[in-house]
T-cell receptor, first 117, second 114 residues
Framework: AQKITQTQPGMFVQEKEAVTLDCTYD???????LFWYKQPSSGEMIFLIY??????QNATEGRYSLNFQKARKSANLVISASQLGDSAMYFC??????????????FGPGTRLSVLP | EAGVAQSPRYKIIEKRQSVAFWCNPI?????LYWYQQILGQGPKLLIQ????????DSQLPKDRFSAERLKGVDSTLKIQPAKLEDSAVYLC????????????FGQGTRLTVV
């Protein structure tokens, strides 16, 4: 079973508008962390934001915020005021404290975001 | 602080040949990961080291792939013999201990098997 699901292969957003990228995850571990990374066409992996399973508040980092709904096992990334430079692949990842299958820090399939001028 | 270093950046080999990739993690990072990223897909975890011990290698095709991390620092990933489907970017990442610590990635090695 997939630990991380990202159901949107591609998304378009108009410059200056907000966009939400979906991520759902599967774990029975009560202690875990969720990460979002950005991968531009250059190929580097850029860390954006982190949310811990016990965090009471949604994480925010500048224009990035995480809409964390623990009961629904979703951790959607919200990018406000999109910029042309936001065009990239976005990956959701999870680290568990005790993964049942031994696999830790696994990534989803990604969403390609295109920002339109 | 220096980032994760990987070499080479690019490699082209013929099928059935062997190839090796090198990774130097961030100093002090106990955890080291190797990922395979096929074009248009998410990174697939191949192997995870904690210091110089293997934590998980369940996704590593052990008939052709091998990896080691001597002295808990540098790591080498080897493919022998290579197949066409091994064409991908191989990413190395490292992190310190802790659930909330992000992994830092190297620039990757783009492998093309012809």
């Amino acid at each position: 079973a997939q630990k991380i699901t990202q159901t949107q292969p591609g998304m378009f957003v108009q410059e200056k508008e907000a966009v939400t990228l979906d991520c759902t995850y599967d774990t029975s571990d009560p202690s875990y962390g969720l990460f979002w990374y950005k991968q531009p066409s250059s190929g580097e992996m850029i860390f954006l934001i982190y949310q811990g399973s016990y965090d009471q508040q949604n994480a925010t980092e500048g224009r990035y915020s995480l809409n964390f709904q623990k009961a629904r096992k979703s951790a959607n990334l919200v990018i406000s005021a999109s910029q042309l430079g936001d065009s990239a692949m976005y990956f959701c990842a999870m680290r568990e404290s005790r993964p049942l299958d031994g696999q830790n820090f696994v990534f989803g399939p990604g969403t390609r975001l295109s920002v339109l001028p | 602080e220096a980032g994760v270093a990987q070499s080479p950046r690019y490699k082209i080999i013929e099928k059935r040949q062997s190839v090796a990739f090198w990774c130097n993690p961030i100093s002090g990072h106990a955890t080291l990961y190797w990922y395979q990223q096929i074009l248009g897909q998410g990174p697939k975890l191949l192997i995870q080291f904690q210091n110089n011990g293997v934590v998980d290698d369940s996704q590593l095709p052990k008939d052709r792939f091998s990896a080691e991390r001597l002295k808990g620092v540098d790591s080498t990933l080897k493919i022998q013999p290579a197949k066409l489907e091994d064409s991908a970017v191989y990413l190395c990442a490292s992190s310190s201990r802790g659930l909330d610590t992000e992994a830092f990635f190297g620039q990757g090695t783009r492998l093309t098997v012809v």
